[in-house]
């Protein structure tokens, strides 16, 4: 078989194998129960739990941020990581061939880069800064208000991707290498791990930690609810940043 009915074949097969999955879908959301009706599973004593309790067991005034980072973190670990493994996946798809040389690489990527316009770039010079420290309230406060890793890590990438378009590939790279994201994205994936690891075993134990309850209009409190919204914004905000540049160019600058 030559390549191209190989390739044909391949194109038929996976077009197939879509639509069977997409009906399979769709068969089974037949079979789901009404919204709002009485039997419905979701409509049970654990919402109101997580609303009631949440905030005087986690100390996070968030009720969302007590059930994602307090009763169900480590689905919110398993979260990251996917975000962290379509991230190498994208490296994996995306990568620059070996065989290009530097010189082809520079000339493509120039098509992208920003022309040297004072408007656009005294603008973003105040654009970019308020943005980060939007993105930082944001993580801070995700136990005190709505926000948290998540927001606040699309917020902070926004805001290096903005920098990006506005001073050019070049500037952006001389801090955010591939060896910064591939170190930072690891300590904060391994941190959350080990703390909620930390946490889960001391309350199977019945063992006291030394977490407390969240204050109002006090950022250093809840525990480690704080520094999980910060390990998710950095991985939020590292990937995102990643993937771009990875579409765009095809690599990291070493």
Same mark, same amino acid.
């Given at each position: 078989? !030559? ?20 009906? *399979? ?14 039997? =419905?599973?979701?409509? !049970? ?16 005034? =968030?009720?969302?941020?007590?059930? &994602? +980072? ?14 962290? *493994? ?19 690489? *520079? ?8 022309? !040297? ?7 973003? +010079?105040? #654009? /970019?800064? %308020? ?32 920098? +990006? =378009?506005?001073?050019?590939?070049? @500037? ?7 060896? +910064? ?23 199977? !134990? ?15 409190? %809840?525990?480690?609810?704080?520094? #999980? =919204? &910060?390990?998710?914004?950095? /991985? *939020?905000?590292?990937? &995102?940043?990643?993937?771009? &540049? ?6 990291? @600058?070493?």
């Amino acid at each position: 078989m !030559n390549k191209e009915r190989r390739d044909r074949l391949y194109a038929i097969l996976c077009t197939l194998l879509t639509i069977v999955f997409i009906g *399979v879908m769709l068969f089974m959301a037949t079979d789901l129960p009404h919204l709002g009706l009485a039997t =419905n599973p979701d409509i !049970n004593e654990v919402p109101e739990f997580y609303v009631e309790e949440g905030p005087v067991e986690t100390g996070a005034l =968030n009720a969302v941020t007590a059930m &994602i +980072l307090h009763y169900r973190a480590f689905d919110t670990l398993g979260e990251s990581c996917v975000l962290f *493994v379509a991230a190498v996946s994208v490296f994996i798809l995306l990568r620059i061939d070996g065989t290009a040389s530097n010189d082809t690489i *520079v000339a493509i990527d120039r098509r992208y880069e920003p022309v !040297n316009d004072p408007i656009l770039s005294k603008t973003f +010079l105040i #654009l /970019v800064p %308020a943005v980060f420290m939007f993105g930082i309230y944001i993580t801070m406060n995700g136990h005190l208000s709505p926000g948290g890793g998540f927001s606040g890590g699309a917020i902070l990438a926004a805001g290096l991707l903005l920098y +990006l =378009n506005a001073y050019g590939l070049a @500037n952006t790279e001389r801090f955010m290498t591939s060896k +910064l994201y591939r170190r930072v994205t690891a300590l904060a994936l391994c941190f959350y791990a080990a703390a909620k690891g930390y946490t889960f075993y001391m309350g199977a !134990n019945g063992l006291e930690t030394f977490e407390e309850a969240g204050i109002p209009g006090r950022i250093l409190s %809840a525990g480690l609810i704080l520094p #999980l =919204n &910060i390990c998710v914004a950095i /991985v *939020v905000s590292m990937t &995102i940043y990643s993937m771009y &540049i990875m579409i765009r160019k095809g690599g990291f @600058n070493k």
